[in-house]
């Protein structure tokens, strides 16, 4: 694997591969947050993502040193079971927020229907409202966070690189040396 040419890749075809980056993170939703897509690229200079991977899980391709991880995107999701975000102060901005809001604070607290949660209340009795919000949510992420999280992802990786880059360069330099240690030994021991 050519680093150095895989760093002119990665600087030639920054938005394209920031994009990439926001693909392979759209791809891990839906799992996990410890599990994730690794975003990898070769001297073929092709991005690819692989499938979905556990924790200190690698594809064969990045441990025999034939392939650069760009990015991973780790498991995420949306929804009723897992807001990551405060829902009331979300619910307030939906249009229906003062009807759901009245029709929780009346509820019976005897009834079997009741819902001490306004989250719960409101997945039982609104579900179209939480489909808008799981959808307003889910561009949110992809739109925004994602775009900003992929180009600190990019520079990451370009960091990463160039250390890689560096340490290639002082195992060749060591190797060349032992060589040349090696070399004068032998010379050495040929004269004696």
């Known amino acids: 694997m050519n680093l150095n040419k895989i760093k002119e ?37 092709e991005p690819w993502t692989t499938e979905m991977m556990g924790q200190n899980s690698f594809s064969s391709s990045v441990w025999d ?77 992809i739109n925004d966070e994602f775009t900003e999280t992929a180009s600190s992802k990019y520079d990451d990786a370009l960091e990463r690189i160039d250390i890689e880059i560096a340490n290639e360069e002082e195992r060749k330099a060591h190797e060349a040396w032992e060589e040349e240690q090696r070399r004068l030994e032998r010379e050495s021991y040929q004269e004696k």
Not at 22 to 40: P, Q
Not at 97 to 124: M, P, T
């Open 65 to 141: 040193g034939s392939a650069f991880v760009i990015a991973s995107g780790d498991g995420w999701s949306v929804g009723a079971d897992g807001y990551d975000y405060d829902f009331e102060e979300t619910m307030k901005a939906q249009d229906n927020y003062n009807e759901i809001k009245v029709a929780f604070d009346e509820q019976d607290e005897d009834s079997d229907d009741y819902e001490y949660q306004l989250i719960d209340f409101v997945n039982k009795f609104y579900p179209e409202t939480i489909k808008k919000m799981d959808a307003d949510q889910r561009n949110y992420i």
């Open 9 to 45: 890749y990665l600087v030639e075809n920054e938005d394209a591969v920031i994009e990439k980056i926001v693909e392979a993170m759209k791809e891990a939703e839906g799992f996990d947050s410890s599990w994730r897509t690794d975003l990898l690229i070769d001297s073929d200079l």
